[in-house]
């Protein structure tokens, strides 16, 4: 178990249903990285999207920075993936 996962439990055991951001982005990022675990990342990276904008976050503000370089990241994975209108996307949303 790694320390950003250690972090992400500890936060659920104290928070729980609550979605902390950024340790989640950095869980994409280092999972899209690793070979076999390309899926774990793109759902780790869903649940992000899908929490980013709503009350159920533990940031109230989207941290831009942490968020531009996951969607390029992620791109880099959608292409590695073969998935280039996901790829141009992610890219897209990055600029």
């Not at 976050?57 to 989207?62: I, L, M, R, S, W």
Request: aromatic fraction near 8%.
């Amino acid at each position: 178990m790694g320390p950003v996962t250690v972090v992400l439990n500890t936060f659920r055991t104290f928070n729980g249903n609550k979605v902390d951001i950024v340790p989640n982005l950095y869980l994409a990022v280092a999972l899209s990285k690793t070979v076999g675990e390309e899926a774990r990342a793109l759902e780790t990276y869903k649940l992000v999207t899908d929490n980013l904008y709503s009350s159920n976050t533990a940031t109230p503000q989207t941290p831009q920075k942490n968020l531009i370089w996951a969607m390029a990241n992620i791109a880099h994975l959608f292409r590695r993936l073969n998935r280039i209108p996901e790829a141009e996307e992610q890219e897209r949303l990055a600029r």
